[in-house]
């Protein structure tokens, strides 16, 4: 699915903004914990997201 510089700009955002709500709540949770498995989890996979969509808007042409 081919996405404009708009929406991945503005996904980009929006997931960087979540991923940063994330660590900060990381910090708050037990390690070992469920809430903090799961919330690692979802920090690494928005990690990999703003790599995939940095990716992306590099190969787009100017």
Known sequence: MEY??????EAKR???STLSKCEKALLK????GSQHTLTARR?????ISLSLIDQALQHRPH
Not at 4 to 9: A, D, P
Not at 29 to 32: I, S
Request: aromatic share 6%; net charge negative.
């Open 14 to 16: 929006s997931i960087a």
């Open 4 to 9: 404009t510089v708009e929406e991945l700009l």
């Open 29 to 32: 949770l037990t390690p070992g």
């Open 43 to 47: 920090i690494k996979a928005f990690q």
